[in-house]
């Protein structure tokens, strides 16, 4: 290339070699683009800025870009081969210098919201760090009325004073219960898991009806369909005002009281309890269950027993489906925990010619949205956008979004027939967008118990030790403002069990659904 000087020599260079210019003029454009992209980017993801900045920024980063382009491209046309290269190098380390920059500040806020192990063992530094990510990212503060600030202080010199990483843990936990947050806690929890659980109980006609009991409480009389009537002495009532509020937070006060009549008979390593109950043939019986003082032999002492299988679907962690005598379709989804979309459809298309189906999601508490959109897909004849989340910090793994739209799209082939949802207070999460995505296109009815009302898309933050903490951080909302959190939904149909019900077998919701598919 021969090298030319001047406004006017450029010129006729171009006219004498028109591809080459327009290779050239396309390199400046192209620069001018990625510089305004660049700035763009910058100011929406690692500095947050409202869309002004970005504008602004942008236009500065397209103009500087493509200007520092243009001049090293006419040193290049003009023959200056030395200022072309020192150009193009400083451009190149400019490129370098702002990808490392971006990299850093990216690190910077991964690490404030927990992402990354904590550098020191100190766990008042740790504590520190994770309330301060806490004060970004938590979605709920206000929506709770939580003075965070002053829980903080509370709890600031019992974890200076914490002799251990378990006592730190346990600090913690307790911190952590105080929000009543579904999605919020330690993980894994320590409450729940450092002592035995003689058995399960659920609340019925305001009873504690055991469904679910382990080998030391089945050796002692209790069985499946007991109804509990005191522990140590005190009436069903006062026992669960007594339990540790690690065991019973939740989003909503009827997820709390169901947590407490699951955890009622939770016993320390150790520790005994006195229970009184009344067995399914009526007699009143006592016995004293002793959890053991090691954990191996306190996990040993649990296995056996029995449990009642249409309370706690989720342990088969797969689609279960039938046609009911009377001709309808049932198709149980008992997790979004794990992919069970190809299941779901098999299920579906031998349901295509019944005269009505019923969906039931009883013991789903959530997992991955994604499956329950593509599920809702199946039957959903149009698009539809339910709601979207909302962040209180914009982070790298978002793209720095500020929310995100959930919606569902219609997978053939759809099923047109009537739909009945069965729900519970079980259901959370990602289980209840799911039955919003349903609910609110109007596409089915629904029968059972309110939901948990719990939501959060978590973050892990990595403690020292054997835990890590998990926070919510999103809000999710429906099309009318309403929010899952501290509300949930409430059926069209209630039902309620009777401890009768659950003795004889009887599937009080299920029957209604049936009803209801009927149009009785």
């Not at 190149?92 to 920059?101: E, P, T, V, W």
């Not at 369909?225 to 005190?234: F, N, R, T």
């Not at 939740?250 to 320390?268: C, N």
Request: hydrophobic share 45%; with cysteine.
């Amino acid at each position: 290339m021969n090298g030319t000087s001047g406004t006017e020599s450029v010129g006729a260079w171009a006219r004498e070699h028109p591809v080459r210019a327009g290779a050239r003029l396309f390199v400046v454009l192209l620069a001018a683009a990625w510089g305004g992209a660049s700035g763009g980017f910058l100011a929406w993801g690692p500095l947050m800025a409202g869309q002004a900045v970005v504008v602004l920024l942008g236009i500065a980063g397209a103009t500087l870009h493509g200007g520092l382009w243009l001049r090293q491209q006419l040193a290049a046309v003009r023959g200056q081969r030395g200022a072309a290269r020192r150009w193009l190098r400083g451009l190149l380390l400019a490129h370098a210098g702002i990808f490392l920059a971006v990299t850093a500040v990216v690190g910077l806020q991964l690490f404030r919201v927990g992402q990354f192990r904590p550098p020191t063992s100190d766990r008042l530094a740790s504590f520190d760090r994770l309330t301060e990510a806490m004060e970004t990212a938590y979605p709920y503060f206000d929506l709770k009325g939580i003075d965070w600030e002053a829980m903080v202080a509370r709890y600031r010199p019992r974890v200076a004073s914490a002799e251990s990483d378990e006592a730190y843990a346990a600090v913690v936990e307790s911190m952590l219960a105080e929000l009543n947050d579904a999605h919020t806690g330690l993980m894994p929890p320590l409450a729940k898991y450092e002592g035995c659980q003689f058995a399960a109980t659920r609340e019925m006609e305001g009873r504690a009806v055991v469904v679910k009991v382990g080998g030391i409480g089945h050796e002692a009389g209790l069985t499946v369909g007991s109804v509990v009537l005191a522990v140590d002495g005190e009436p069903v009532a006062s026992a669960l005002q007594e339990l540790d509020p690690r065991l019973t937070s939740g989003s909503t006060g009827r997820q709390r009281r169901a947590r407490a009549f699951q955890f009622l008979l939770t016993t320390p390593y150790g520790a005994s309890r006195d229970v009184t109950f009344e067995t399914e043939t009526g007699e009143r019986t006592a016995a004293a269950l002793t959890c053991p003082a090691d954990p191996a032999a306190a996990r040993e002492a649990q296995k056996g027993g029995d449990i009642w299988d249409f309370l706690l679907p989720v342990v088969e962690r797969e689609i279960v489906s039938r046609r009911l005598a009377s001709g309808v379709g049932y198709i149980r989804v008992p997790t979004l925990g794990v992919d069970l979309v190809d299941g779901f459809d098999a299920a579906l298309d031998e349901m295509m010619d019944a005269p009505g189906l019923i969906i039931d999601v009883r013991g789903n508490g959530g997992g991955n949205s994604a499956y329950g959109d593509r599920m809702a897909g199946r039957l959903l004849s149009e698009p539809f956008a339910y709601g979207r989340d909302t962040y209180a910090a914009q982070l790298p793994t978002r793209a720095w979004r500020k929310w995100m739209t959930f919606s569902v799209t219609p997978r053939e082939p759809v099923y047109a027939g009537p739909v009945v949802v069965i729900m519970e207070t079980g259901n959370m999460s990602s289980a209840e967008q799911f039955l919003i995505s349903l609910v609110d296109s109007g596409r089915v009815q629904t029968v059972g118990e309110p939901t948990g009302g719990a939501s959060g898309n978590p973050f892990s933050f990595r403690l020292p030790g054997e835990h890590d903490v998990r926070f919510s951080t999103a809000n999710f909302v429906r099309n009318d403002g309403r929010p899952i959190e501290g509300v949930g939904l409430t059926p069209d149909v209630p039902v309620r069990w009777t401890v009768e019900d659950f003795r004889e077998g009887r599937d009080p919701a299920l029957e209604a659904a049936e009803r209801l598919l009927a149009g009785n």
